[in-house]
């Protein structure tokens, strides 16, 4: 393990989960999401688990997904139980995603009889299902057994790269996996005839403002042609994070939203018609991606409103 490895894991050392209730999910609510370029209703369920196990062994520099996890192991039943609890409150939307902070395929999180369970509940209630994975628990024997239930096309995998850069992966987000890792895991997801969703963080600990909207760029010349969609993820400050440990010292800032809207700009014109799409999580707070505060909620919503129309154009009354 390198050094910053070791930092990362030993920030977590004294952790101890605050929440102890193995039978109540995370968070599940109801958003606005495309499904063939129409706007549909999206559930979105968020399970308690035992933890990423990569955040367990050392972790991202910004994840603090592991706040929210238990550390040990849950029973097939106790997720059964989050997903029942969610689902009383599902209406109807056409899509659904299954985050779980960590990896869907990881059996340390998710049992295969689980992921089963889940997935033949789902199928014939929605158009599209979601889900996320680390590359290295995305085997064929893993797909084969979903093949075996769901539509390919309305399936959706989606892996957390944050940038096709090996060095910056490492270096400064201590990700714990390489960009020819991500190629097989798509190569694999694509022979089954799934979708690929690609996550890419902007600006990672250490880079500049310049830096990191180049790398961004980069990533998406090189995941363009094996992505379906790409997600842009501007870093936040999460609790007990190595980012956070770096912002508590004034050696970081989260990213303008000046550089949210120039890496959606260039991206889209190299994306074509595939979709990028921008969550922003604490914007406008010091947290979170911000300017000066006078623009940010406009800014804000213009991001969220070209994640569904994929409209640039608004975004050049602020450049
Ligand atoms: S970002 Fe993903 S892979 Fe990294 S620690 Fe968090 S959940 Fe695990």
Redesign the pocket.
């Known amino acids: 393990m390198n050094e910053l490895a070791d930092f990362c894991k030993n920030l977590k050392k004294d952790f101890t989960p605050k929440i102890k209730n193995s039978k109540e999910p995370v968070k599940y609510w109801s958003e606005i999401d495309i499904i063939e370029d129409k706007p549909v209703d999206a559930f979105v369920i968020i399970f308690r688990t035992k933890?990423?196990?990569?955040?367990i062994k050392?972790?991202?520099t910004?994840?603090?997904?592991?706040n929210d996890s238990l550390w040990k192991n849950l029973d097939h039943k106790d997720i059964l139980l989050q997903f029942e609890k969610a689902m009383e409150k599902y209406n109807g939307e056409k899509i659904v995603k299954i985050f779980n902070?960590?990896?869907f395929f990881d059996d340390k999180e998710i049992k295969s009889k689980t992921r089963i369970s889940i997935l033949n509940d789902l199928i014939n209630k929605v158009d599209k299902i979601s889900v996320?994975s680390?590359p290295e628990y995305i085997t064929n024997d893993k797909l084969e057994e979903i093949y075996d239930i769901i539509t390919p096309k309305n399936f959706e995998i989606g892996i957390?790269l944050?940038t096709a850069d090996d060095y910056i992966r490492e270096k400064s987000?201590?990700?714990?996996f390489r960009f020819s890792q991500y190629q097989e895991a798509a190569n694999k997801i694509k022979k089954y005839g799934f979708k690929i969703k690609t996550y890419l963080l902007l600006k990672p600990p250490f880079l500049t403002e310049e830096e990191a909207i180049f790398d961004n760029i980069e990533t998406i010349k090189k995941v363009r042609p094996i992505t379906d969609i790409v997600s842009l993820n501007p870093t936040n400050i999460q609790r007990n994070t190595y980012v956070e440990y770096l912002w508590k010292r004034n050696q970081y800032t989260p990213p303008w939203l000046w550089s949210v809207m120039q890496v959606l700009i260039k991206s889209k014109r190299i994306m074509g018609k595939k979709r990028i799409k921008c969550d922003i999580v604490g914007g406008g707070s010091y947290r979170g991606p911000h300017n000066c505060g006078k623009c940010d909620s406009e800014i804000i919503s213009n991001i969220s409103n070209f994640s569904i129309n994929q409209n640039i154009v608004s975004f050049f009354l602020f450049v």
Request: aromatic share 12%; net charge neutral.
């Open positions: 933890g990423c196990s990569w955040s050392s972790g991202c910004m994840c603090g997904y592991f902070s960590g990896s996320e680390r957390g944050e987000i201590n990700k714990g």
